[in-house]
């Protein structure tokens, strides 16, 4: 919204600052980060008043959690999603439909999230909207999304998916990019969902992710950084980088309330929808496969349920102690920011390994 203002510089001074994605980058960042120390208060206190019993607690998860997470209440996604919308719609150019793709397609899994959220608070069960039901609204939007992003795409990359590693090295789908990058979206949203279960174990990987496709949105955004490094050339993806820094604001100022002892949880309201911007942005830029490799840690957690499911099915056995693996790990005794941390750590090692791969060709 704020970009009308550099139509006043005549080429220098302060309003030419608004042309540099750069710049509004930040101010996004400042912005969202603002928004969650302001508003973060009154709406915990909100959230508390209205869930007196807070979110529910599986009563077959781990024991520690009756103890320790009893009471807390959960749709602090809420606050992520409000200061990702009003940074977005302040800072980014809203003439850029890959924001709008982006946007909409975070914001629609938030209210999916929303309405599993408040399924669970209304009922005092953890119980909410089915799985089946949250899957296959999520496949609908990634199905918009998808073929929205097929337009968009130049005509040399639409329907095409990039091989990290290997210059000029594209798989044709056809029109078969669509079911692929729906999976791709509603995959990634779930997966954010399933990790998110101890205090701040999803938020910081999900920054990390972003971040790491917040620098691919906008080297792909850039003709000159994509002919020296090799990469396909998306016009108007470097835009993403906003919506990126607003995430990042938004996050770190959930954060700051999340962190262990949590005051609040994110619930389905917060993680489907920051595990669907994450999937949208790998689409728009055509960085699908990249994103397996940055958002490792979510493929590990949504693995370890698939295996612990199928093999148990099949054996009457199980593989971990407990699915997501993270809950495995409290099962043997670590101790919850021993796990957390540790995550960390693996969350930044793969975002490395991803940005490797805009130079490593």
């Known amino acids: 919204m704020l970009f009308w203002l550099s139509e006043f510089s005549d080429g220098g001074g302060l309003f030419n600052l608004f042309r540099y994605i750069t710049f509004r980058a930040g101010a996004a960042f400042v912005t969202a980060l603002v928004f969650g120390f302001l508003f ?38 809420v606050l992520i999603l409000g200061a990702l919308c009003v940074s977005t719609l302040l800072w980014a150019r809203l003439d850029n439909p890959f924001v709008w793709l982006v946007l909409g397609t975070t914001v ?49 990359l639409s329907g095409q998916v990039a091989v990290p590693l290997f210059n000029d090295v594209l798989i044709n789908l056809g029109w078969f990019f669509i079911p692929f ?39 792909v955004g850039r003709v ?26 938004g996050s770190l100022g959930f954060l700051w309330y999340n962190a262990p002892p949590a005051a609040v949880f994110m619930g389905d309201t917060g993680s489907l929808a920051l595990g669907g911007a994450l999937g949208a942005i790998a689409v728009a830029t055509k960085h699908e496969i990249v994103l397996a490799i940055v958002g490792g840690l ?55 390994i991803g940005l490797a791969t805009l130079k490593v060709r």
């Open 40 to 77: 973060g208060p009154p709406l915990i206190n909100l959230l508390r008043k209205r869930q007196r019993n807070g979110q529910p607690i599986r009563s077959d998860g781990p024991e520690s959690h009756l103890l320790t997470k009893a009471g807390t209440p959960t749709m602090g996604g």
């Open 181 to 219: 990058a729906m999976v791709v979206i509603a995959g990634s949203a779930n997966a954010v969902n399933l990790t998110d279960g101890l205090d701040g174990l999803a938020i910081m990987p999900v920054m990390i992710a972003a971040g790491t496709l917040g620098v691919i949105a906008y080297t």
């Open 108 to 156: 629609a899994f938030g209210l999916i999230g929303f309405a599993d959220d408040y399924a669970k608070v209304s009922r005092g069960n953890h119980k909410g909207v089915p799985g089946r039901v949250r899957f296959a609204l999520g496949l609908g939007i990634g199905a918009v999304a998808s073929g929205v992003a097929m337009i968009l795409h130049p005509t040399a």
């Open 298 to 352: 979510f493929v590990l957690e949504a693995m370890s349920v698939i295996i612990q499911v199928a093999y148990f099915k099949a054996t009457g056995r199980r593989v971990f102690l407990m699915a997501p693996i993270h809950h495995h790990f409290e099962k043997k005794g670590w101790a919850e920011p021993q796990i957390v941390i540790r995550f960390w750590i693996i969350s930044l090692v793969l975002a490395l």
């Open 224 to 249: 000159d950084f994509t002919e020296y490094l090799g990469v396909h050339f998306v016009p108007g993806t470097g835009e993403l980088l906003i919506f990126v820094a607003a995430l990042i604001g």
